[in-house]
């Protein structure tokens, strides 16, 4: 009897554990458009909460918002299919493309400048050439040579020329930026925003993008090309979620995990733009630096953003499986959003979260 009574309780356990299981949601994601959550109370919001967010956005100038949670679009307002220049955004979609060539060994990040016959007008310097791939991506070259598509503020920042060793300063340079778009074409022997549409935007059923919406910066100080591109809310809401399951779209891979894990990790303290923390062109957050995130809100180590000038942003929080995606019509002169009001804004989203 007492044989009986254990087996019981052991198929009844097992029961338990396999409906635990068939419960259990697959992770979410949209198919060829989003779905939209039926109330935000369904995922954890609180639909006056963000009734309050949306009223302050208003006073800003925000042109749009699309808050991904789950998988799902929990709220969106303003003109989420209107393609804006992405400014600096470009530079965490070259990042993760960079993920298969280095799986592949196409490209080793570990060589360096010269071994890649790298140069630039006036030429570099020796000390210049020992700058590697992956110092490149971390911006941290010491090659501070003047570049394409920098703001009057990137240069006020900027260091002498030749006061740093390679590998040894963190400053947010457009040269290395734009030497690893030059690098990845080279590579690839693919253009920026081909590779962006194949690889990237098709996968995971951008609804807007093709490779028509990029175009590359040329000019006099620099042979090395930037590569701004335009694109709409709700696709970088997709590229978000990309990052935020690690690479994987559905069943398919479409960055290596390992390759999105190190990318998004803290590698630099970025102090010197008044902010926390720098990876592989992602801002990423770190508890106990200086400088928060963004100001106004408290935002959880391992997250991290893909920012444009201006007010844009792709901000992901995997703490809270939760994806903010903010723009600014940046084609109206003068338009912008400064950090301090989208870490407002940041704060009143979080805020609304019940569930944290």
Known sequence: MSFLRINHSIII???????????????????????????????GFSSEGLNEAREYSATI??????????????????EVEEKYNTHSIRKSFLSAMYGNYVKEGLI????????????????????????????????????YHPALYETQGMRDLKPERHSMRAGTHWYYNNWDFNVAGTIFMEKTGKGVFQALEEEIAKPIQMEHFTADDGWYVTGDESVHEAYPFRITARDLARFGLLMLRE???????????????ESVRYHSDATLYGRDGYSYMWWVARDYNKYPHLPNVNIP????????????????????????????????????????????????????????
């Open 108 to 143: 080793d990040i570990d060589i360096t400048l010269e071994e890649m016959g790298i140069d630039d007008r006036e030429g570099l310097s020796d000390e210049e050439m020992k700058a590697t791939i992956r110092d490149c991506l971390k911006s941290r070259s010491g090659v």
């Open 13 to 43: 356990s097992i029961f338990i554990l396999l409906l635990a299981a068939s419960c259990k949601q697959s992770p979410e994601y949209p198919g060829e458009t989003w779905n939209f959550a039926d109330r935000p109370e369904d995922f």
């Open 247 to 261: 690479g994987k779209w559905k069943d398919e891979v479409i960055v290596p995990a390992n390759w999105v894990r």
């Open 61 to 78: 100038n925000t042109a749009a918002v699309v808050i991904v949670r789950n998988g799902v679009i929990v709220d969106e307002w303003g």
């Open 301 to 356: 180590e391992g997250s991290y953003s893909a920012r444009g000038a201006r007010g844009h942003y792709v901000l992901i929080i995997p703490d809270y499986d939760l994806i903010i995606v903010h723009r600014v019509n940046t084609d109206i002169s003068g338009n912008s959003v400064s950090s301090t009001e989208f870490g407002e804004l940041t704060n009143m989203i979080l805020e609304s979260l019940l569930e944290m």
